[in-house]
C-alpha cells in the first residue's frame, strides 16, 4: 500500500536553547509510535521552503533527534520509518532558539491523513520554554509589522520582553540609535550581534549601528542567562537576524507621514496661546527579494529614508532667561557679543539614509553561504540644542557606517556543523560647532536632568557634560573571525567555538581650540536687576573647559573561547559550559602605556603614591554557566528552570579617553615642579587650571553573577504563563574619583596646610573599576489567544536595581563619580539606578476586527523612575531641611503610555494572493498623558525653595520631597527632537504594499 503523508501530533514548543551570536536555530525532537513507544532510526529530511537547501539526519536508538544551523524561517519537516507512513508539516524555525517536535507516527494501514501547516510566529504566540534556562523572548518581523513603532525603532518593540523598559538615550554622538534597559542598567552593558556578527560600540557601548525593521526577519532580546558561546556581557544581548531571498519574488514598499498637526503640543515646552513647534516627518521604505539563479541563489535588499524637519519650541520660561541675557548683550556686560537672537523655535533637520542587501548562496546540500552588508548615513543640524539652551550651542553632526558580512555553514555529517562568520564594521562620525567664539556662558535654568545635560546656554559647544566629555571626531574599524562547531550525538548536543575581534582604529579626537566656559550661579533675570554682580561672577565663574585638543587612538584584540553542552535526560535538560575571554591592547594609545601620561609623570615628580603604576589587560576572565529545565513526569504543560553564571564585559572606552588622549604625544621630561617651575612635562596646579586623567593600575574586568529560577506553565491550549526571579550582582563597575589639588590631594613635599599646594599639585580624574551594583527582578507573563481573532501579552515586573554613585548612578555605565575621593563608599552614596523602576506592567496584542480592520496595541505604566538634585556646581547633592539627600532620593512621576495601530488590508481579485494593500494609522501616547520619567530639574539653583550656600553647597526647604521636583521635558528628551521616549500625543499616516 502506498504510504500517504500522516501524522497524527506535532507540538511545537519554542524553547529557548540559545545560540548567542549565532542567528541560527534549531529542533530537537521525539518520534513514537501510536502507543508511545519510541521509533527507533526513523529519516528525518528538512527542506527550507522555496529553497533547495536540505538536511538529512537519522533518530537515534531512542527515537530522538536534533538538527542544528538552521536559518531562520519555514522548512517543510518529513519523516519515515519502517512499517510506518510518512509523517511531514510545515515549521517555522526561530532565531536563537530550538523547537522541540513531538511525533506520533500511524501505521501505513491506517488511512487517516492529518497535517499541521506552521502559522506566521509572534511574540503574542510563543509556546512553552522546554529545553533552556535563558531567559529570552523572539521578536519577529510579524511582530515588527504588525505593533506601532515609536520613530520606527526596532527596539521599542523589545520592551515587550519581560525584564526590558524604556531608556533615555545615552550617547550624544548617536542620539537616534535606540538601546534597550534590562537588569536596571542604561543597556549600553548588552551584547549586540546582527547576522552573527558582532554589533556593539566599543567606544559607548550599546547599537554600533541602526537597521531598518523591514531589513529584519527576527530577533531575540535576551535578559538574563547566556550558554557559554555568549560573552561581552554583564545583563542581557539582542541577537538579530536579516530577511532573505527564496524562489519567490517577493518584496513591498511603505509610507509613512507624521505632521505638526497630527501631533498634540507638550505644555512644558510649547503651551498654547504659542504657535505650535513645526514638525514633520516621512519614512520611505523600499524591498525587493528573489531568485537570481532558482534553487541556489538569492537576494534581498531594503532600504529606507527617513526625512525629518523637527523642532525646539522655548518654554515661556526659558524665552524670559533668553530675553534678559539679550539685554545684558545690549547692555555691553558680555565682551565681544552685543547682540544675541531669541528664536521663537529652532529648526533642528535630520536626514537619515540606511539600506542592506544580502546573497544567500547553496554551494550544495552540505555547504550554504550568505554575504550582507549594510550602510547607514545620517546628518542632524543644530544638534543637541535642548530647551534650555540657544542655537549657537547646536552641532552640525554627519554619522557614516558600513558594515560587511560573509558567513558559511558546512555539514560535516548529519551529527556535525561547522559555522564560520567573517565581519567588518566601521563607523565614521563628525561634528562641527555652529558658533567659534571660544567661549560659553552657562547658567542654572539650562540644566535639566543630570544624564547627560551640557553645559552651555549660549556660545559654543563644548563637547562636555557633567559626567564626561565626548568627542567631535570618532572613527571605528572592527574585523571579526569566529568559527563555531555543532556535534550531536545521543542525547548531548556539545558546541565548541572561538570568536577573534580586531578593532585596529578606536579613537577620534576632541576639540583643539581652547575653550572659556563661564558658569553662573543665578539666571539671567537675576542679573537684569543686578548687573553689577554680572560683571563679578562672570570672571569668577572662568574656568577652563574641555581638554587639550587632539586624538586618541587605540588596537585593541579581543579573543574568547568557550565549550558547552545541552544534555537531555528523560525530563530534564542540563546546560552547562564554560567561556573564558581576553584583551588586548585596552589601556595603550597611540602605542604608549599609561606610564607615560603625564599625569602619572607629574604625581611621581610630587611623591604623591595616588597612582602606583599602568593598569594591564585582565586574563583571568573564566566564566562558567550551569543551567537546567525539569518537565515535573514529562509534562509538556510544565517547565520549571534555573541557572548561575558569570559574565564579563569591558566597560566602554568613553568613561576614561581623557587618559588615553594624555599620551598621544610623547611627553617632555617633568622634574620635581617645586623645584623646577615651569617644568615643560608637568601638569600645572590647581591655581593654574592643570588637570590630569589617569586610570587607575589596579584594573579588573566587570562582571556580573546572574542566579535565576522560575516556572513555565501551560494553563491550556491557549493561554500561558510564566514566573522568574533573577538576581544579578554586579561588581568591578566603572567610578571616577575626582581630587582637588591642596584640597583633597596633597604634595608630601609641602605641609598639608601650606597655601602653595594647589600651586603644584593638579587636578585629578582617577578612573578605578571598584563599583558594585545588585538588582532583583520578580517577572510575571502571560499569553493567550481568543479564538483565531485576538492574541495578548501581560508582562509585571517587580525589581530593585541599586548601585553607589554621587549624582549619578548607573549600572557597569560610564557615568558613577564618587562625592568624596577619601571616603567613596560614604553615606547616602549608595541608592537605585537611574533605571530603577521597582513596577513595570506592559499590555500588548493584535486583535481582527470585523469588516476587515487589524487592531494592535502596545501599553506601558511603570513607576516613578529617580533623580538627583545638585548643587549649582553638579558635584554634591542637596540638602533638604539641613538634612543631607542620598543618591537618587527623589522620585519623578509615573510613566504611562497607550500606542495603538488600526489598520485594513485590501486585497485585489487581479492581483497574486499575496499581494495586497494595507492603509493604517498609527497613534502614539493615545491618552496625551505628560511623561517626564526622570528628567526634572536637577540644579539647586533653579528650584525656587533652594537657597545656594556655595557652588557645591545648597539647602532646600519642603515638607515634601515632592515639592522639590519640576519637570523640564519628556522621557529621554536629552538630545533634541527625534531622541524623545515620552512623546506627547502624535498621530501617523501610512500605506504600506506587499507582494
Given at each position: 500500500?502506498?504510504?500517504?503523508?500522516?501524522?497524527?501530533?506535532?507540538?511545537?514548543?519554542?524553547?529557548?536553547?540559545?545560540h548567542?551570536?549565532?542567528?541560527?536555530?534549531?529542533i530537537?525532537?521525539?518520534?513514537?509510535?501510536?502507543?508511545?513507544?519510541?521509533?527507533?532510526?526513523?529519516?528525518?529530511?528538512?527542506?527550507?521552503?522555496?529553497?533547495?537547501?536540505v538536511?538529512?539526519?537519522?533518530?537515534?536508538?531512542?527515537?530522538?533527534?536534533?538538527?542544528q544551523?538552521?536559518?531562520?524561517?519555514?522548512?517543510?519537516?518529513?519523516?519515515?520509518?519502517?512499517?510506518?507512513?510518512?509523517?511531514?508539516s510545515?515549521?517555522?524555525?526561530l532565531?536563537?532558539?530550538?523547537?522541540?517536535?513531538?511525533?506520533t507516527?500511524?501505521?501505513?494501514?491506517?488511512?487517516?491523513?492529518?497535517?499541521?501547516?506552521?502559522?506566521?510566529?509572534?511574540?503574542?504566540?510563543?509556546?512553552?520554554?522546554?529545553?533552556?534556562n535563558?531567559?529570552q523572548?523572539?521578536?519577529?518581523?510579524?511582530?515588527?509589522?504588525?505593533?506601532?513603532?515609536?520613530?520606527?525603532?526596532?527596539?521599542?518593540?523589545?520592551?515587550?520582553?519581560?525584564?526590558?523598559?524604556?531608556?533615555?538615550?545615552?550617547?550624544?554622538?548617536?542620539?537616534?540609535?535606540?538601546?534597550?534597559?534590562?537588569?536596571?542598567?542604561?543597556?549600553?552593558?548588552?551584547?549586540?550581534?546582527?547576522?552573527g556578527?558582532?554589533?556593539?560600540d566599543?567606544?559607548?557601548?550599546?547599537?554600533?549601528?541602526?537597521?531598518?525593521?523591514?531589513?529584519?526577519?527576527?530577533?531575540?532580546?535576551?535578559?538574563?542567562?547566556?550558554?557559554?558561546d555568549?560573552?561581552?556581557?554583564?545583563?542581557?544581548?539582542?541577537?538579530i537576524?536579516?530577511?532573505?531571498?527564496?524562489?519567490?519574488?517577493?518584496?513591498?514598499?511603505?509610507?509613512?507621514?507624521?505632521?505638526?498637526?497630527?501631533?498634540?503640543?507638550?505644555?512644558?515646552?510649547?503651551?498654547?496661546p504659542?504657535?505650535?513647534?513645526?514638525?514633520?516627518?516621512?519614512?520611505?521604505?523600499?524591498?525587493?527579494?528573489?531568485?537570481?539563479?532558482?534553487?541556489?541563489?538569492?537576494?534581498?535588499?531594503?532600504?529606507?529614508?527617513v526625512?525629518e524637519?523637527?523642532?525646539i519650541?522655548?518654554?515661556?520660561?526659558?524665552t524670559?532667561?533668553?530675553?534678559?541675557?539679550?539685554?545684558?548683550?545690549?547692555?555691553?556686560?558680555?565682551?565681544?557679543?552685543?547682540f544675541?537672537?531669541?528664536?521663537?523655535?529652532?529648526?533642528?533637520p535630520?536626514?537619515?539614509?540606511?539600506g542592506?542587501?544580502?546573497?544567500d548562496y547553496?554551494?550544495?546540500?552540505r555547504?550554504?553561504?550568505?554575504?550582507?552588508?549594510?550602510?547607514?548615513?545620517?546628518?542632524t543640524?543644530?544638534?543637541?540644542?535642548?530647551q534650555?539652551?540657544?542655537?549657537?550651542?547646536?552641532?552640525?553632526?554627519?554619522n557614516?557606517?558600513?558594515?560587511m558580512?560573509?558567513?558559511?555553514?558546512?555539514v560535516?555529517?548529519?551529527?556535525?556543523?561547522?559555522?564560520?562568520?567573517?565581519a567588518?564594521?566601521?563607523?565614521?562620525?563628525t561634528?562641527?560647532?555652529?558658533?567659534?567664539?571660544?567661549?560659553a556662558?552657562?547658567?542654572?535654568?539650562?540644566?535639566?536632568?543630570?544624564?547627560?545635560?551640557?553645559?552651555?546656554?549660549?556660545?559654543?559647544?563644548?563637547f562636555?557634560?557633567?559626567?564626561?566629555?565626548?568627542?567631535?571626531?570618532?572613527?571605528?574599524?572592527?574585523?571579526?573571525l569566529?568559527?563555531d562547531?555543532?556535534?550531536?550525538?545521543?542525547?548531548?548536543?556539545?558546541?565548541?567555538?572561538?570568536?577573534?575581534?580586531?578593532?585596529?582604529?578606536?579613537?577620534?579626537?576632541f576639540?583643539?581650540?581652547?575653550?572659556?566656559?563661564?558658569?553662573f550661579?543665578?539666571n539671567?533675570?537675576?542679573?537684569?536687576?543686578n548687573?553689577?554682580?554680572?560683571?563679578?561672577?562672570y570672571?569668577?565663574?572662568a574656568?577652563?573647559?574641555?581638554?587639550?585638543?587632539?586624538s586618541?587612538?587605540?588596537?585593541?584584540?579581543?579573543?574568547?573561547?568557550?565549550?558547552?553542552?545541552?544534555?537531555h535526560?528523560?525530563?530534564?535538560?542540563?546546560?552547562?559550559?564554560?567561556?573564558?575571554s581576553?584583551t588586548?591592547g585596552?589601556?595603550?594609545?597611540?602605542?604608549?602605556?599609561?606610564?607615560?601620561?603625564?599625569?602619572?609623570?607629574?604625581?611621581?615628580?610630587?611623591?604623591?603614591?595616588?597612582?602606583?603604576?599602568?593598569?594591564?589587560?585582565?586574563?583571568?576572565q573564566?566564566?562558567?554557566?550551569?543551567?537546567?529545565?525539569?518537565?515535573?513526569?514529562?509534562?509538556?504543560?510544565t517547565?520549571?528552570?534555573?541557572?548561575?553564571?558569570?559574565?564579563?564585559?569591558?566597560?566602554?572606552?568613553?568613561?576614561?579617553?581623557?587618559a588615553?588622549?594624555?599620551?598621544?604625544?610623547?611627553?617632555?621630561?617633568?622634574a620635581d615642579?617645586?623645584?623646577?617651575?615651569?617644568?615643560?612635562?608637568?601638569?600645572?596646579?590647581?591655581?593654574?587650571g592643570?588637570v590630569a586623567?589617569?586610570?587607575?593600575?589596579?584594573?579588573?574586568?566587570?562582571?556580573?553573577?546572574?542566579?535565576?529560577?522560575?516556572?513555565q506553565?501551560?494553563?491550556?491550549?491557549?493561554?500561558?504563563?510564566t514566573?522568574?526571579?533573577?538576581?544579578?550582582?554586579g561588581?568591578?563597575?566603572y567610578?571616577?574619583?575626582?581630587?582637588t589639588?591642596?584640597?583633597?590631594?596633597?604634595?608630601p613635599?609641602?605641609?598639608?596646610?601650606?597655601?602653595?599646594?594647589?600651586t603644584?599639585?593638579?587636578?585629578?580624574?582617577v578612573y578605578?573599576?571598584?563599583?558594585?551594583?545588585?538588582?532583583?527582578?520578580l517577572?510575571?507573563?502571560?499569553?493567550?489567544?481568543?479564538?483565531?481573532?485576538?492574541?495578548?501579552?501581560?508582562?509585571?515586573?517587580?525589581?530593585?536595581?541599586?548601585?553607589?554613585?554621587?549624582?549619578?548612578?548607573?549600572?557597569?555605565?560610564?557615568?558613577?563619580?564618587v562625592?568624596?575621593?577619601?571616603?567613596?563608599?560614604?553615606?547616602?552614596?549608595?541608592?537605585?539606578?537611574?533605571?530603577?523602576?521597582?513596577?513595570?506592567?506592559?499590555?500588548?496584542?493584535?486583535?481582527?476586527?470585523?469588516?476587515?480592520f487589524e487592531?494592535?496595541?502596545?501599553?506601558?505604566?511603570?513607576?516613578?523612575?529617580?533623580?538627583?538634585?545638585?548643587?549649582?556646581?553638579?558635584?554634591?547633592?542637596?540638602?533638604?531641611?539641613?538634612?543631607?539627600?542620598?543618591?537618587?532620593?527623589f522620585r519623578?512621576?509615573?510613566?504611562?503610555?497607550?500606542?495603538?495601530?488600526?489598520?485594513r488590508?485590501?486585497?485585489?481579485?487581479?492581483?497574486?494572493?499575496?499581494?495586497?494593500?494595507?492603509?493604517?494609522?498609527e497613534m502614539?501616547?493615545?491618552?496625551?498623558?505628560?511623561?517626564?520619567?526622570?528628567?526634572?530639574?536637577?540644579?539647586?539653583?533653579?528650584?525656587?525653595?533652594?537657597?545656594?550656600?556655595?557652588?557645591?553647597?545648597?539647602?532646600?526647604?519642603?515638607?515634601?520631597?515632592?515639592?522639590?521636583?519640576?519637570?523640564?521635558?519628556a522621557?529621554?528628551d536629552?538630545?533634541?527632537?527625534?531622541?524623545?521616549v515620552g512623546i506627547?500625543?502624535?498621530a501617523?499616516l501610512?500605506?504600506?504594499?506587499?507582494?
Amino acid at each position: 500500500m502506498q504510504s500517504r503523508p500522516l501524522l497524527v501530533a506535532l507540538v511545537l514548543s519554542a524553547a529557548l536553547h540559545i545560540h548567542a551570536q549565532s542567528v541560527t536555530g534549531a529542533i530537537r525532537g521525539m518520534i513514537e509510535d501510536p502507543t508511545s513507544a519510541r521509533v527507533a532510526n526513523a529519516t528525518i529530511d528538512l527542506r527550507r521552503a522555496d529553497s533547495s537547501l536540505v538536511r538529512h539526519v537519522t533518530a537515534e536508538a531512542n527515537g530522538e533527534f536534533r538538527v542544528q544551523g538552521l536559518q531562520p524561517g519555514a522548512w517543510q519537516l518529513s519523516i519515515n520509518a519502517p512499517g510506518f507512513a510518512t509523517a511531514s508539516s510545515d515549521v517555522n524555525v526561530l532565531v536563537s532558539s530550538t523547537q522541540v517536535v513531538t511525533v506520533t507516527m500511524r501505521l501505513v494501514s491506517v488511512l487517516q491523513s492529518a497535517g499541521v501547516s506552521a502559522t506566521a510566529s509572534s511574540i503574542t504566540t510563543q509556546r512553552i520554554d522546554a529545553d533552556s534556562n535563558v531567559h529570552q523572548s523572539i521578536i519577529t518581523s510579524a511582530d515588527l509589522q504588525a505593533l506601532p513603532l515609536p520613530a520606527r525603532s526596532f527596539a521599542n518593540i523589545a520592551y515587550l520582553a519581560p525584564g526590558t523598559e524604556p531608556v533615555e538615550p545615552s550617547d550624544p554622538t548617536k542620539a537616534r540609535i535606540t538601546a534597550v534597559s534590562t537588569g536596571g542598567s542604561s543597556g549600553l552593558n548588552n551584547e549586540l550581534s546582527v547576522d552573527g556578527a558582532d554589533d556593539s560600540d566599543d567606544y559607548i557601548g550599546g547599537f554600533l549601528q541602526n537597521i531598518s525593521p523591514d531589513a529584519i526577519a527576527g530577533f531575540a532580546i535576551r535578559t538574563a542567562q547566556e550558554d557559554a558561546d555568549s560573552g561581552n556581557t554583564t545583563a542581557g544581548s539582542v541577537v538579530i537576524t536579516t530577511k532573505s531571498g527564496n524562489n519567490q519574488f517577493h518584496g513591498g514598499a511603505a509610507f509613512y507621514e507624521r505632521a505638526a498637526d497630527l501631533n498634540a503640543r507638550y505644555p512644558i515646552e510649547n503651551p498654547a496661546p504659542n504657535p505650535k513647534q513645526p514638525f514633520s516627518r516621512q519614512n520611505y521604505v523600499g524591498t525587493l527579494g528573489g531568485p537570481v539563479v532558482r534553487d541556489k541563489l538569492w537576494f534581498f535588499s531594503a532600504f529606507e529614508h527617513v526625512h525629518e524637519n523637527a523642532s525646539i519650541a522655548y518654554s515661556p520660561g526659558s524665552t524670559t532667561q533668553f530675553d534678559a541675557l539679550a539685554t545684558l548683550a545690549a547692555d555691553g556686560l558680555i565682551p565681544g557679543v552685543p547682540f544675541i537672537a531669541v528664536p521663537t523655535f529652532v529648526p533642528i533637520p535630520f536626514r537619515d539614509y540606511f539600506g542592506s542587501g544580502r546573497f544567500d548562496y547553496t554551494q550544495s546540500q552540505r555547504s550554504s553561504w550568505y554575504l550582507r552588508g549594510t550602510v547607514d548615513r545620517y546628518t542632524t543640524h543644530n544638534n543637541l540644542v535642548q530647551q534650555g539652551t540657544l542655537p549657537s550651542t547646536g552641532l552640525r553632526s554627519r554619522n557614516n557606517y558600513l558594515s560587511m558580512v560573509v558567513a558559511n555553514e558546512f555539514v560535516f555529517s548529519s551529527n556535525l556543523l561547522g559555522s564560520l562568520v567573517v565581519a567588518g564594521v566601521g563607523l565614521r562620525l563628525t561634528q562641527a560647532r555652529n558658533s567659534d567664539l571660544g567661549f560659553a556662558l552657562a547658567f542654572p535654568f539650562s540644566s535639566t536632568s543630570q544624564t547627560i545635560s551640557g553645559f552651555e546656554t549660549y556660545g559654543d559647544n563644548q563637547f562636555a557634560t557633567p559626567i564626561t566629555y565626548f568627542p567631535s571626531i570618532r572613527n571605528q574599524e572592527k574585523y571579526q573571525l569566529r568559527y563555531d562547531l555543532s556535534y550531536t550525538r545521543a542525547r548531548h548536543a556539545l558546541k565548541f567555538g572561538v570568536n577573534f575581534i580586531h578593532e585596529p582604529v578606536l579613537g577620534g579626537a576632541f576639540p583643539n581650540k581652547p575653550e572659556t566656559l563661564y558658569t553662573f550661579p543665578e539666571n539671567p533675570t537675576y542679573y537684569l536687576a543686578n548687573p553689577a554682580q554680572f560683571a563679578v561672577d562672570y570672571a569668577a565663574g572662568a574656568s577652563t573647559s574641555g581638554v587639550d585638543g587632539g586624538s586618541f587612538s587605540q588596537d585593541v584584540q579581543r579573543l574568547a573561547l568557550y565549550a558547552q553542552d545541552s544534555w537531555h535526560v528523560r525530563n530534564l535538560t542540563f546546560n552547562y559550559g564554560l567561556h573564558y575571554s581576553t584583551t588586548f591592547g585596552l589601556f595603550e594609545a597611540s602605542g604608549r602605556p599609561q606610564t607615560e601620561n603625564p599625569g602619572y609623570l607629574t604625581l611621581q615628580s610630587l611623591g604623591i603614591p595616588l597612582v602606583r603604576g599602568a593598569p594591564h589587560d585582565d586574563h583571568a576572565q573564566i566564566a562558567p554557566r550551569f543551567g537546567f529545565t525539569y518537565a515535573p513526569r514529562g509534562s509538556q504543560s510544565t517547565v520549571i528552570r534555573a541557572g548561575f553564571g558569570l559574565y564579563f564585559d569591558d566597560l566602554a572606552q568613553n568613561g576614561w579617553a581623557t587618559a588615553f588622549q594624555a599620551v598621544n604625544t610623547l611627553p617632555a621630561p617633568c622634574a620635581d615642579p617645586i623645584q623646577n617651575q615651569g617644568s615643560p612635562g608637568c601638569i600645572p596646579g590647581d591655581s593654574a587650571g592643570g588637570v590630569a586623567n589617569l586610570i587607575d593600575p589596579r584594573y579588573r574586568t566587570p562582571y556580573a553573577v546572574h542566579v535565576s529560577a522560575g516556572v513555565q506553565h501551560n494553563l491550556n491550549a491557549n493561554w500561558s504563563m510564566t514566573s522568574d526571579f533573577i538576581h544579578e550582582q554586579g561588581n568591578h563597575g566603572y567610578r571616577a574619583y575626582n581630587y582637588t589639588g591642596g584640597t583633597s590631594l596633597f604634595t608630601p613635599q609641602l605641609a598639608p596646610d601650606d597655601p602653595n599646594q594647589a600651586t603644584y599639585v593638579p587636578d585629578v580624574n582617577v578612573y578605578h573599576s571598584d563599583n558594585r551594583s545588585s538588582y532583583n527582578g520578580l517577572l510575571l507573563h502571560l499569553q493567550g489567544a481568543i479564538g483565531h481573532r485576538a492574541n495578548f501579552i501581560a508582562n509585571y515586573s517587580f525589581s530593585k536595581a541599586q548601585t553607589w554613585g554621587c549624582v549619578l548612578g548607573e549600572l557597569f555605565d560610564y557615568v558613577n563619580g564618587v562625592c568624596n575621593p577619601l571616603n567613596p563608599f560614604g553615606p547616602g552614596d549608595y541608592g537605585p539606578s537611574g533605571e530603577d523602576v521597582r513596577h513595570r506592567f506592559v499590555l500588548a496584542g493584535t486583535l481582527k476586527a470585523p469588516a476587515g480592520f487589524e487592531i494592535s496595541g502596545l501599553s506601558q505604566a511603570e513607576s516613578a523612575r529617580p533623580f538627583t538634585i545638585t548643587t549649582p556646581d553638579n558635584t554634591q547633592r542637596i540638602t533638604v531641611n539641613n538634612q543631607p539627600t542620598s543618591l537618587d532620593q527623589f522620585r519623578a512621576t509615573p510613566y504611562i503610555q497607550t500606542d495603538l495601530r488600526v489598520s485594513r488590508p485590501i486585497a485585489f481579485s487581479r492581483w497574486p494572493e499575496s499581494a495586497k494593500v494595507m492603509p493604517f494609522i498609527e497613534m502614539f501616547n493615545l491618552f496625551n498623558r505628560n511623561n517626564p520619567g526622570a528628567n526634572y530639574v536637577t540644579n539647586a539653583a533653579s528650584i525656587p525653595n533652594c537657597t545656594v550656600i556655595a557652588p557645591n553647597s545648597a539647602n532646600c526647604t519642603a515638607t515634601n520631597l515632592k515639592q522639590l521636583g519640576i519637570p523640564a521635558g519628556a522621557l529621554g528628551d536629552f538630545f533634541g527632537p527625534g531622541t524623545t521616549v515620552g512623546i506627547p500625543f502624535a498621530a501617523q499616516l501610512g500605506v504600506r504594499l506587499t507582494f
